[in-house]
């Protein structure tokens, strides 16, 4: 009775083992072409609502000062924004208050210079949510090589008022 | 761009403003027909007005049934005030007991040519505003939506050239789609060229002061330069794949040019001297900020909408008061024009209508004195009344009467752009209903 069940184990065994060997062996390795994945859809193309007012103004409170605007802030703010014609020009109005209020959050000056190349793709994440493309990249480097003076808030401010950023 | 520069286009920008525009061939860009006057202002006068209470000077005995009678718009009309039951004036010994003094030496009505009895083919307020600007009765036209046809501010924009700081929309708040008509949603018009839109009250009011005052002043070469310049990079590559958003097209030195006036009101506000009626407050003030808005930019055309009067509908006492301020506050930017604004006195037509009248049976809402309210439904709110004064306009004139309409709310439109010389150009267009003009019917 123990030989019986020695051989059926010795049996069970080899078979397990040929099983093994059999699906590792049929297993093809996934194909290298040696060159980078690309995005094949346009970087813009997912965005195609306009922001009401108090949708951008509520974003970009939040993005800036990285808490939520209080209820009653966001209805006087969109109240003023709703009062002038021109959006761009009472976007820029609201941006430049906020600049001057304390609590919001801006890299300084000299973090930003220290690492430009991180700088930008995280303004990029930061304000448009999606990755900078090489044309970008290469666009702000050159302008902050080329404007030393160019300050983060600057920056922010030029993100904030982009006409991307008024679209998700 | 150097300071220097920058002062120098923005100095230019404000020249520009208050020139002529010029063709980039040179040639004055100026329409076939030759203007009367270089600047309209309209007024669409108080929100709801029944003739009872206004030309028809009735004051209570119509509405109320008490013998009293007698004209409370005595800046626009000519006639004798009221000398019984008086509730229409400001707070003296009993609430409105006191009539506002009258402004101008002379009414509107003998300085120019009225039109006693007009005809309004819409019942509310935002629909009937739609035909002052456009010319149109839109049917369809709902609320909280742009218009569908082109607005006289982008007529003005589009064949006279004028640059977006000329063309002046005045709200009396941004309540009942009133921001909404700056421009239209036509496809051969829109918003490139609209009007500055500009609810004052709300601007330089509490929310304004709170989240618009202490805007930074960003350096003109050194800051707003780059982010400028950063800005139209990512807009050139966001127009390469996304969608365009809509721009009224103020120009850098335009934007400058406001912010500055946004400044400066802050600054007056907080002083207390802007240019208000004597009697002021509410609505009143949109005059005062649209007497500074003039006086800055000088603009072709502004447009001021007044609606306060439409508390009728449950405080005929308040209708009666809020009408009698409106008069005050036409009285009041009629003679600013004339006398703050050398640029513009003399070279200025005004034109009054309301965008529609009121019931002529109440709704029986009874107010503190008891009077009945009113609202805006049956056949005697398409009863209006017209007026218009300033260069060629002629004085002491009166066309129509009760029961003899002459005019309709669909000339306003083609007679401002008379006013400005320009008519043909908009009739061309085939976009108005209407091809004459309250002067066709002269």
């Given amino acids: 009775m123990h030989i019986f069940n020695l051989k059926f184990m010795n049996k069970k065994i080899v078979l397990l083992l040929i099983i093994v060997i059999s699906i590792s062996s049929c297993k093809k390795d996934d194909p290298i072409y040696d060159i980078n994945q690309i995005q094949s859809h346009s970087y813009n193309a997912n965005k195609n609502k306009l922001k009401s007012a108090s949708q951008y103004i509520s974003i970009l409170y939040a993005n800036l000062f990285q808490k939520a605007l209080s209820p009653n802030e966001l209805v006087e703010i969109t109240r003023c924004i709703e009062s002038v014609g021109d959006k761009e020009l009472v976007h820029e109005v609201i941006i430049s208050n906020f600049m001057n209020k304390e609590g919001v959050t801006i890299p300084s000056d000299s973090l930003m210079r220290e690492d430009l190349n991180l700088f930008i793709e995280d303004t990029y994440k930061r304000f448009f949510v999606r990755d900078i493309t090489e044309a970008e990249r290469e666009y702000f480097l050159n302008f902050f090589a080329s404007h030393p003076n160019v300050s983060s808030e600057m920056v922010y401010t030029a993100f904030s008022l982009s006409n991307e950023y008024q679209f998700y | ?442």
């Fill in chain 2, 1 to 442: 761009m150097k300071r220097r520069n920058f002062l120098k286009n923005a100095a230019l920008g404000t020249t520009a403003i208050s020139m002529p525009f010029l063709l980039p061939g040179g040639r004055l860009f100026a329409a076939t027909g030759s203007a009367m006057a270089d600047h309209v202002v309209f007024v669409a006068f108080a929100g709801g007005v029944r003739q009872q209470e206004s030309v028809l000077q009735r004051y209570l005995l119509d509405s109320q049934d008490y013998p009293s009678e007698g004209n409370i718009m005595y800046n626009l009309l000519n006639g004798n005030a009221p000398d019984e039951k008086i509730v229409y004036g400001t707070d003296g010994t009993v609430e409105g007991d006191t009539p506002i003094p009258k402004i101008l030496s002379q009414s509107l009505e003998s300085q120019g040519t009225i039109f006693k009895e007009m005809i309004s083919s819409h019942a509310g307020h935002y629909g009937g505003l739609n035909t002052l600007l456009t010319g149109n009765y839109q049917y369809t036209q709902g609320l909280n939506s742009k218009s569908q046809m082109p607005t006289i501010f982008e007529y003005a924009r589009r064949h006279l050239g004028v640059p977006a700081s000329k063309v002046w929309y005045i709200g009396n708040g941004i309540g009942n789609s009133i921001p909404l008509l700056d421009y239209s949603i036509h496809p051969d018009y829109g918003s490139q060229y609209g009007a500055n839109f500009l609810a004052p009250t709300i601007t330089f009011g509490a929310d304004g002061f709170k989240h618009l005052k202490n805007a930074k002043v960003y350096h003109p070469e050194e800051e707003l330069d780059p982010m400028y310049k950063m800005k139209y990079f990512l807009d050139n590559i966001w127009y390469s794949q996304g969608k365009a958003i809509p721009n009224i097209g103020n120009t850098d030195e335009e934007k400058y040019e406001i912010k500055e006036f946004f400044k400066e009101m802050f600054e007056k506000t907080e002083q207390g001297i802007i240019a208000h009626p004597p009697v002021n407050g509410g609505e009143l003030n949109s005059i005062g900020y649209a007497c500074e808005v003039m006086k800055r930019f000088k603009p072709k055309i502004t447009v001021v909408y007044l609606s306060s009067v439409d508390s009728c509908h449950n405080n005929f006492t308040s209708y009666l008061q809020n009408l009698h301020r409106a008069d005050h506050g036409v009285g009041h930017l009629w003679d600013f024009i004339q006398n703050q604004i050398p640029e513009m006195s003399g070279n200025t037509a005004i034109i009054l209508a309301p965008e529609q009248g009121r019931n002529l049976e109440s709704n029986n809402i009874a107010d503190a004195n008891g009077f009945k309210g009113y609202d805006h439904s049956d056949a005697n709110t398409r009863r209006v009344f017209g007026m218009m004064a300033g260069p060629g306009i002629q004085s002491n004139e009166s066309r129509g009467s009760e029961g003899n309409p002459q005019g309709d709310l669909l000339h306003i439109t083609p007679t401002i752009a008379e006013i400005l010389g320009f008519k043909q150009e908009v009739l061309n267009t085939g976009l108005v209903a209407n091809n004459q003009s309250l002067f066709d019917l002269i």
